[in-house]
């Protein structure tokens, strides 16, 4: 990591174990007075009253433990968060060691599942790959989310301490800058704001803006997308009163990539709902995993193996229902001893998809946390 520390500024020692960052809202966290490795446990201490504020990550597996806590110190902020200096001055410089898969087998998996989905039996299905990294000098977690937040248009970034799920998951922290959010709740007004469909940007504008208008007229990544739409309006139906669900995706983008998103909007029909039992109820939505759901897991599970964290959720959620859940995607998980760390990134595929533009997307999408994390 570490050239050059800010000479006038100290590490800050109010340095949060839990932090998400957005324009619209922050939250900052330290300590912890319980921890909730089952999810449900800690949806039913909201709504029971029994616990003010929750916050953390979920898994991607139903099973997985969760990182979630009651903290003790809380600091909300109305807009996104403003990195201490001390971590805009550390500069990470880590390099990628080893693919997981190589790329070629991640090519082949991907071949594997277009055609798994030809054959009939699952429409849509999302594969992932990771890349290990390792730093000369220890990582300093704040400064990699500080480098996600900065290098983010609308300022996304979070930071969990996954201690909380124990056993290999102590010490460890997860941070990333996600553009997608999963479910938002203030008051009774319920959103989402789902993403599927990509394509990576580009430095030239001309090709650059060619990629945002091809992106939008494709056939392919409009079914990819609708996809998680149904999901969601199915998932929330029961839950919400008043859906608005706009007919067709718009274009929204990060730093690196293209997507196509859906703002879909609702309010509660029971104001006990909280927003994590919101979160729990659409998760994981085929922009992560697939359609049939329980197909496209299996699939995942046979050809990647657990995700832990990946593809799960991270966010909070009050006892009077609101909260916020982002989905754990453009992240990576920094060792306990901070030597290094390991980065995901994932695609959704449909019938027709391409196995050489999906390896490409997923170069693409994790441009995001190697750029933070000094490897390009
Ligand atoms: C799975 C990831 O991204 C998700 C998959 C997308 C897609 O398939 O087009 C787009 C945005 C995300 O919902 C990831 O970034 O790892």
Do not use: N
Request: proline content about 7%; some cysteine; glycine content about 10%.
């Amino acid at each position: 990591m570490a050239s050059g520390p800010h000479p006038d500024a100290a590490r800050p020692v109010t340095a949060p174990d839990f932090l998400l960052s957005r324009h619209t809202g922050s939250l900052r966290t330290q300590g912890s007075l319980r921890a909730f490795p089952d999810p449900a446990d800690a949806a039913l201490a909201l709504r029971s009253g029994r616990c003010g504020l929750v916050v953390g990550a979920i898994g991607f597996e139903p099973d997985a433990p969760a990182a979630l806590v009651e903290p003790d110190i809380v600091v909300r902020t109305d807009g996104p968060l403003e990195p201490p200096a001390y971590f805009r001055s550390l500069r990470t410089r880590a390099r990628v060691v080893e693919e997981l898969p190589s790329t070629e087998a991640h090519r082949r998996r991907v071949a594997t599942a277009i055609a798994g989905i030809r054959a009939g039996g699952l429409d849509k299905v999302v594969l992932a790959r990771a890349v290990r990294l390792l730093a000369d000098d220890p990582i300093d977690p704040h400064a990699v989310c500080a480098a996600l937040i900065d290098s983010s248009p609308s300022a996304d970034g979070f930071l969990v301490d996954l201690s909380p799920a124990g056993g290999v998951h102590s010490g460890r922290i997860l941070v990333g800058s996600s553009p997608e959010l999963l479910v938002r709740r203030r008051g009774d007004v319920v959103e989402c704001h789902p993403l599927a469909g990509s394509a990576p940007r580009s430095r030239d504008t001309s090709v650059d803006q060619a990629a945002g208008r091809a992106l939008q007229a494709s056939g392919k990544d409009a079914a990819e997308h609708a996809f998680v739409v149904d999901s969601l309006a199915t998932a929330l139906a029961p839950l919400c009163r008043d859906l608005q669900i706009p007919e067709r995706p718009s274009l929204t983008s990060t730093r690196e990539m293209w997507h196509l998103g859906t703002r879909i909007r609702g309010r509660v029909a029971d104001p006990r709902t909280t927003a994590l039992d919101l979160a729990l109820a659409v998760h994981p939505t085929p922009a992560v995993c697939g359609t049939p759901t329980d197909e496209a897991r299996r699939v995942i599970a046979g050809l990647e193996g657990r995700r832990g964290f990946y593809s799960g959720a991270v966010g909070w959620a009050d006892a009077g229902g609101d909260g916020d859940w982002m989905v754990t995607i453009r992240c990576a998980e920094i060792d306990a001893d901070r030597s290094g760390a390991i980065a995901w990134a994932g695609g959704g595929l449909v019938a027709d998809s391409d196995p050489d533009d999906e390896v490409a997307e997923t170069a693409a999408k994790l441009r995001t946390v190697l750029t933070a994390l000094g490897a390009v």
